[in-house]
């Protein structure tokens, strides 16, 4: 393994050197018939679940056939993607917000090869590389973060959790049966870097145990007053601690009963870890929504306060998402998202028809903003 | 031969989602092989160490990723993610296994050409694995060592005309849906708007000099498919101030259900909802109640209309957007840390989207909430904390914005106002001897 050099010379890092030029002009990679009709496209239908069809002012077409995909992916499946675009696309291909895979072609008569092409390639394990559909009143690709592939603060994992729910959902990802879109968001922690706070169903990972202190190495690794005040609570004040040698250090204290486990300490001091099997694990919420369609943008609420992490499944999960997935299905109505169907029927009757506990967790006792969550109000159903 | 067992994973390759699984088992197959003599600059096996190391998370049900680290490209506080192994004896070949994040362009449009280029650097000088994409909108590159980051930095510089994202205190990388490159709705070219934004701020986004991260999402209609609303400290999502367009034939195709026609642009195809019903499935669900049908003719009473979307989405040969465009300007979302969820408030109800002008009107009111923010925001406020902490007002006088109904969704329910004292006539400064003349102690 020899170094080869890319031309970078790090005795004069200044030399040649080429910075602040930001991405590449989207121009340059716009497929033909996009640059052509950008600005000009009059109306658009879903022709099946994953094919679209965009119709410009010049009687131009677009269609695209939208494929899901593990966001973690290697350059081998970038390049077969690749392959795929330049066969059918004249080497052009775009990513949707949702990580899911966009191929245009520019007439009809090129859709059906390019579909029968992504319906055949299969990982040797099975699984499908490029499973058409994502649009409209289903489900489409689950946002996510990185979890234990890659991440020092996950309760849980996030592509893991993401498979084992989308296989479970699939059929919702490949058809249009739904009441309206439903959005399945995933967070490996409460940092939510996938920001799955209005989604119609996130699934996020949470830990239960308050941080451990490693008083040997805290104040040589973390800046004690940062520690102290990345606590929202302040449950950590400066502590002297006496270790089992008989050496006094500087380190820290925490009111256990504060602490709300949001690990933003350990964020801040790698000597407060948090991560525990049996602490940690998954929440549940939903009715979650940014589009402002009908009614407006709303958070998601806590359905489910913990579900333990059961690899590589998570079967209670994925079975309490399935239960909110069909009494939605079943009882919303046409264009009515999960947040708007539950407000109607009254979150007492989510619950019922969901058939998922309600515990004492799911009230809010957070800050002054809990009260408006609370009934005030005799108009309740039994 | 795997070079680690990894029986709990190898349970996520069946079913019928692409798996993660095999898409890494490929990838190390692939190096492992070494085809196309790739002269790898990082471990070869660092991909069978990845599955590994995820394996034994999988069987603890705790990570094993430490803390980052300072790492970066020379000038930059921003673009990379120090990461290591806590089990480096284990899975030496992601000891040092850093990200770089990789601004991707506008509308993540594509040719193969380009991203052949990314992936025949990432092939040699790290791990060939990547997300496509982050959850701010970069290309992440997952998993290389400390030398072999200013090697990648430049070859993206000189080979490839292309830069890295922001991380940290800094502006991210701004993401945008694909707008009128593709869209009806959109009521600006988002496009050209983030790639422009990317490029006005570069200092911002690579050189840390915020209190905490700040993010812009640009959504070109307000069905906010980037989610701007929820997840950007400033969010622009387009919008319109004259009339929607009506047509009338076309509507009238809706209502006779005419197979070019479908509702919702065919999004409920796969169910049988019964015949297309405008009364009740457009009229009915409106919102503000601005719409009936007069004989043949849809009628929009457009003054009362929120423009949520609903009887455009549902029938989008007959109503299309009006023409006089622009954007409004939220301000302040962020996920729950620490203080709670924040949804986008309204800060500038429309704004024009002008490229003729490099989009002044837009970059004033950006430049004056940072001013604020910078001088006033604490070590890790967002936005939408500071503006919580002094009040929504200050903004509005930072940004030299009128108050205006639109900024509530309903007026304060308690009198408790800060008047200041040039509001007050005659000032606060009194006289309490002269006062005591007439009222006595």
Redesign the interface.
């Known amino acids: ?8 010379n ?1 005795a004069k ?2 030399e ?11 121009e ?4 033909e018939v ?1 640059k052509k009709n ?2 000009k ?9 994953g094919v679209l069809v ?1 119709v410009s002012e010049t009687g131009d077409e ?1 269609y ?1 056939v939208r494929c ?12 077969e ?3 795929i ?2 066969k059918h696309c004249d ?7 949702r ?1 899911n ?1 966009e191929f ?1 072609v520019d007439s009809k008569d090129k859709v059906e090869p390019l579909m029968n092409d992504l319906k055949s390639r299969k ?9 058409i559909g994502g ?4 489900i489409t690709n689950i ?12 309760a849980t ?1 996030a ?2 959790t993401v ?2 729910t ?2 479970e959902l ?1 059929d919702d ?1 490949q ?4 009441p309206a ?1 439903l959005r399945v968001s995933m ?1 490996c922690c ?9 989604s119609d169903i996130a699934i996020l990972g949470y830990h239960r145990k308050p941080p451990m202190l490693d008083h040997e190495y805290l104040d040589k690794l973390c800046e004690i007053p940062l520690a102290v ?2 606590c ?1 609570t302040a449950a950590i004040k400066p502590a002297k601690v006496t270790l089992a040698n008989g050496e006094e250090v500087k380190s820290v204290a925490v009111k256990n009963e504060r602490c709300m486990f ?1 690990g ?1 300490c350990y964020t801040m001091c ?1 000597s407060m870890p948090l ?4 602490g ?1 694990g998954i929440v549940l919420m939903a009715g ?1 929504k ?6 407006d ?3 998601s609420k806590v359905v489910v306060a913990f579900l333990p ?1 059961d ?3 998570w079967p209670s999960m994925t079975d309490a998402i399935n239960k909110m997935v069909n009494a939605y299905s079943n009882g919303a109505n ?2 009515e998202r999960l947040g708007d169907w539950a407000e109607r029927i009254g979150w007492e009757k989510f619950f019922e028809v969901c058939e998922l506990d309600f515990t004492h967790h799911l009230i809010d006792d ?2 002054q ?1 809990a009260y408006m969550s609370w009934r005030q109000s005799t108009n309740f159903k039994f | 031969m795997a070079k680690h067992e990894t029986p ?20 190390a197959e ?1 190096r492992a092989k070494n085809e196309a003599n790739v ?3 990082i ?2 096996d660092c ?1 069978d160490d ?1 599955l590994g190391v ?1 394996e034994l ?12 680290g300072i790492v970066g490209v ?3 506080g921003g673009g990379v993610i120090g ?1 290591y192994c806590d089990q480096p004896k284990l899975f030496p070949g992601v000891e040092h ?1 850093h ?1 770089m994040r990789v ?14 280029q ?2 025949k650097i ?4 790290g791990s ?10 970069d290309i992440i590159l ?2 290389t060592t400390t ?1 072999q980051l ?6 993206l ?2 080979n ?4 890295l994202g922001g991380s940290g205190s800094n502006l991210r990388t701004p ?1 945008d ?2 707008g ?5 709705y959109s009521c600006y ?1 988002t ?2 708007l983030v ?1 422009f934004l ?2 006005e701020f ?2 911002e986004l ?1 050189r840390p000099a915020f209190p905490y991260k700040f993010k812009f999402k640009l959504d070109g209609c ?6 701007s ?3 950007s400290d400033m969010s622009f ?1 387009g919008t319109w101030k004259d009339d929607i367009k009506i047509d009338q034939d076309a509507v009238n195709k809706y209502i006779e259900c005419d197979a070019g026609y ?1 509702a ?8 049988d ?1 019964g015949p297309f019903d405008i009364q009740k ?1 457009v009229i009915g ?1 409106c ?1 503000t109640g601005c719409m009936k049908m007069n004989g043949k003719e849809l009628e929009i009473d457009n003054s009362n209309c ?5 009887c455009i ?2 029938m ?2 007959a109503l ?1 957007i009006g023409d006089v465009r622009g954007c409004s300007i939220l301000v302040g979302a962020k ?7 924040q ?1 986008g408030s309204l800060l500038v109800p429309f704004i024009e989207v002008n490229p003729e002008n490099d989009y002044e009107a837009l970059t004033d009111v950006i430049e004056n909430v940072w001013d604020w923010w910078m001088e006033e925001g604490k ?2 406020e967002r936005l939408g904390e500071l503006i919580m902490r002094q009040g929504f007002q200050k903004i509005l006088e930072v940004t030299g914005i009128k108050a205006q109904p639109q900024h509530v969704a309903y007026p304060r329910t308690n009198p408790y106002i800060f008047w200041k004292e040039d509001e007050v006539e005659g000032g606060w400064e009194r006289d309490v001897v002269e006062y005591r003349k007439h009222h006595l102690r």
Request: proline residues 7%; glycine residues 10%; neutral net charge.
């Open positions: 393994m020899a170094f080869i050099s890319s031309g970078y790090p890092p200044m040649n050197r080429i910075s602040d030029i930001g991405p590449r002009h989207f340059e990679f716009y497929p996009i950008k600005g496209w009059t109306h658009h239908e879903i022709l099946e679940s965009h677009v695209t899901g995909g593990a966001r973690l992916m290697g350059t081998a499946h970038i390049n993607i690749c392959d675009a330049d080497g052009h291909l775009r990513f949707t917000t990580n895979i245009m990982f040797p394990g099975g699984s499908q590389k490029f499973p649009t409209g009143a289903g946002v996510h973060t990185q979890g234990w592939l890659h991440c020092h603060t996950p994992d592509s893991g498979k084992a989308m296989d699939f990802f058809s249009m049966k739904l879109h967070a409460l940092n939510m870097c996938g920001a799955v706070h209005c005040s990345s929202p949001c933003n790698p991560a525990d099997t049996e940690d979650g940014v589009s402002n369609r009908i009614s943008p709303k958070f992490n690899m590589p499944r046409k264009y957070f800050r903003q | 709990l994973l190898d349970q996520l390759e069946s079913g019928p989602w692409p798996s993660f699984v095999s898409d890494m088992k490929q990838q692939v002269e790898f600059q471990p070869q991909v990845l995820l998370s999988f069987k603890h049900g705790r990570t094993h990723w430490k803390h980052g020379f000038g930059y990461r296994f990200t601004n991707q362009p506008a509308g993540k449009y594509y040719t193969s050409e380009y991203l052949r990314i992936t990432w092939d040699m000088r060939g694995m990547t997300n496509m994409h982050g959850a701010t909108g997952l998993g030398p200013e090697e990648v930095f430049y070859e510089t000189h490839m005309n292309q830069d993401a849906c694909l009128s490159s593709r869209c009806e070219d496009n050209a790639h990317t490029n570069q200092d690579h307000p069905n906010g498919c980037v989610a609303i929820a997840r999502i479908p919702n642009a065919g999004a409920h195809k796969d169910r909802w499935e669900l919102p929120t423009r949520c979307m609903h989405n549902t989008p040969r299309k996920a729950p840390i620490l203080d709670g969820a949804m070590n890790r």
